[in-house]
Protein backbone atom coordinates (compact mmCIF):
# COMPACT_ATOMS: atom_id res chain seq x y z
CA UNK A 1 0.00 0.00 0.00
CA UNK A 2 1.28 3.40 -0.74
CA UNK A 3 0.93 6.26 1.39
CA UNK A 4 -1.19 8.14 -0.90
CA UNK A 5 -3.94 5.55 -0.67
CA UNK A 6 -4.48 5.91 3.14
CA UNK A 7 -7.08 7.83 4.88
CA UNK A 8 -6.41 8.44 9.09
CA UNK A 9 -9.36 9.92 10.27
CA UNK A 10 -8.57 13.49 11.95
CA UNK A 11 -8.22 11.66 15.85
CA UNK A 12 -5.57 9.06 14.02
CA UNK A 13 -3.90 12.17 12.50
CA UNK A 14 -4.03 13.98 16.05
CA UNK A 15 -2.11 11.15 17.51
CA UNK A 16 0.28 10.93 15.27
CA UNK A 17 1.31 14.22 15.47
CA UNK A 18 1.21 14.56 19.34
CA UNK A 19 3.57 10.81 19.28
CA UNK A 20 5.86 13.03 16.72
CA UNK A 21 5.61 15.76 19.65
CA UNK A 22 5.85 13.63 22.30
CA UNK A 23 9.54 12.15 20.23
CA UNK A 24 10.94 15.52 19.95
CA UNK A 25 10.31 16.49 23.64
CA UNK A 26 12.32 13.12 24.51
CA UNK A 27 15.17 14.07 22.48
CA UNK A 28 14.38 11.12 20.27
CA UNK A 29 14.54 13.51 17.16
CA UNK A 30 15.61 10.71 14.22
CA UNK A 31 12.35 9.16 15.26
CA UNK A 32 10.35 12.43 15.72
CA UNK A 33 11.93 13.40 12.23
CA UNK A 34 10.80 10.23 10.25
CA UNK A 35 7.19 10.69 11.92
CA UNK A 36 7.09 14.08 10.60
CA UNK A 37 8.18 13.34 7.46
CA UNK A 38 5.77 11.19 7.01
CA UNK A 39 2.67 13.04 8.00
CA UNK A 40 4.24 15.98 5.66
CA UNK A 41 3.78 12.81 2.80
CA UNK A 42 0.02 12.32 4.57
CA UNK A 43 -0.74 16.28 4.93
CA UNK A 44 0.94 17.72 1.68
CA UNK A 45 -0.46 21.12 2.12
CA UNK A 46 -0.41 21.72 6.17
CA UNK A 47 2.27 23.99 7.65
CA UNK A 48 2.42 21.97 10.82
CA UNK A 49 4.09 18.77 10.08
CA UNK A 50 6.71 20.72 8.04
CA UNK A 51 7.51 23.60 11.21
CA UNK A 52 7.23 20.57 13.38
CA UNK A 53 10.21 18.93 11.10
CA UNK A 54 11.75 22.93 11.95
CA UNK A 55 11.76 22.73 15.36
CA UNK A 56 13.37 19.10 15.47
CA UNK A 57 16.35 20.70 13.08
CA UNK A 58 16.18 23.75 15.45
CA UNK A 59 16.88 20.88 18.54
CA UNK A 60 19.87 19.31 16.19
CA UNK A 61 21.21 23.09 16.06
CA UNK A 62 20.57 23.26 12.18
CA UNK A 63 19.40 26.38 11.84
CA UNK A 64 19.66 26.81 8.00
CA UNK A 65 17.55 23.58 7.70
CA UNK A 66 14.73 24.77 10.16
CA UNK A 67 14.29 28.20 8.14
CA UNK A 68 14.30 26.15 5.16
CA UNK A 69 11.20 23.97 6.56
CA UNK A 70 9.71 26.77 7.97
CA UNK A 71 9.65 28.45 4.74
CA UNK A 72 8.21 25.18 2.83
CA UNK A 73 5.48 25.94 5.13
CA UNK A 74 5.29 29.16 4.71
CA UNK A 75 5.02 28.34 0.64
CA UNK A 76 1.80 26.11 1.29
CA UNK A 77 0.77 28.86 3.87
CA UNK A 78 1.89 32.38 3.79
CA UNK A 79 -0.17 33.01 6.64
CA UNK A 80 0.96 30.50 9.21
CA UNK A 81 1.67 32.40 12.57
CA UNK A 82 3.50 28.99 13.54
CA UNK A 83 5.91 28.93 10.78
CA UNK A 84 6.82 32.68 10.87
CA UNK A 85 7.31 32.15 14.15
CA UNK A 86 9.73 29.72 13.94
CA UNK A 87 11.29 30.91 10.97
CA UNK A 88 11.93 33.70 13.23
CA UNK A 89 13.49 31.19 15.73
CA UNK A 90 16.12 29.47 13.03
CA UNK A 91 16.46 33.29 11.78
CA UNK A 92 17.88 34.25 15.79
CA UNK A 93 19.82 31.49 16.43
CA UNK A 94 22.06 31.98 12.60
CA UNK A 95 22.55 36.06 14.11
CA UNK A 96 19.77 37.73 11.87
CA UNK A 97 18.73 39.44 14.55
CA UNK A 98 17.11 42.61 12.86
CA UNK A 99 15.19 40.05 10.31
CA UNK A 100 13.81 37.78 13.05
CA UNK A 101 12.72 40.64 15.14
CA UNK A 102 11.19 42.36 12.33
CA UNK A 103 8.90 38.84 11.96
CA UNK A 104 8.05 38.26 15.48
CA UNK A 105 6.96 41.93 15.84
CA UNK A 106 4.62 41.35 12.88
CA UNK A 107 3.42 38.01 13.97
CA UNK A 108 2.04 39.60 17.72
CA UNK A 109 1.04 42.59 15.57
CA UNK A 110 -1.10 39.85 13.17
CA UNK A 111 -2.76 38.50 16.08
CA UNK A 112 -1.76 39.01 19.64
CA UNK A 113 -3.77 36.98 21.66
CA UNK A 114 -2.36 33.77 19.66
CA UNK A 115 -0.50 31.13 21.02
CA UNK A 116 2.04 31.80 18.55
CA UNK A 117 2.15 35.81 19.88
CA UNK A 118 3.42 34.15 23.53
CA UNK A 119 5.75 32.47 21.90
CA UNK A 120 7.01 35.88 19.79
CA UNK A 121 7.45 37.37 22.83
CA UNK A 122 9.05 35.26 25.08
CA UNK A 123 11.40 35.15 22.13
CA UNK A 124 11.83 38.60 22.24
CA UNK A 125 12.62 38.79 25.46
CA UNK A 126 15.25 35.94 25.06
CA UNK A 127 16.82 37.84 21.56
CA UNK A 128 19.62 39.10 23.63
CA UNK A 129 20.36 35.11 25.45
CA UNK A 130 20.54 33.92 21.98
CA UNK A 131 21.88 36.62 19.44
CA UNK A 132 23.34 38.91 21.44
CA UNK A 133 23.98 42.71 20.21
CA UNK A 134 24.39 46.24 21.62
CA UNK A 135 22.08 48.30 18.58
CA UNK A 136 18.99 46.53 19.12
CA UNK A 137 16.90 46.51 22.71
CA UNK A 138 15.02 43.05 23.29
CA UNK A 139 11.53 45.07 23.27
CA UNK A 140 12.23 47.54 20.56
CA UNK A 141 9.02 49.44 19.32
CA UNK A 142 6.89 47.37 20.98
CA UNK A 143 3.83 49.76 19.78
CA UNK A 144 1.61 46.12 19.01
CA UNK A 145 0.94 45.24 22.31
CA UNK A 146 -2.26 46.93 23.88
Not at 36 to 50: I, K, N, T, Y
Not at 126 to 132: G, Q, R, V
Request: charged fraction near 30%; aromatic fraction near 4%; proline fraction near 5%.
Amino acid sequence: MKIEQLEPSDEELRVILESGFALRYARRLDEAAEIFHGMVALLPEEDVPRVALGTVEIERGRFDQAQVACEEALRHRPQSLYARVHRAEALLFQQQREEAESELHSVIAANPESPHSRTARAMLEAANLICPTSDLSIGGSNSHEG
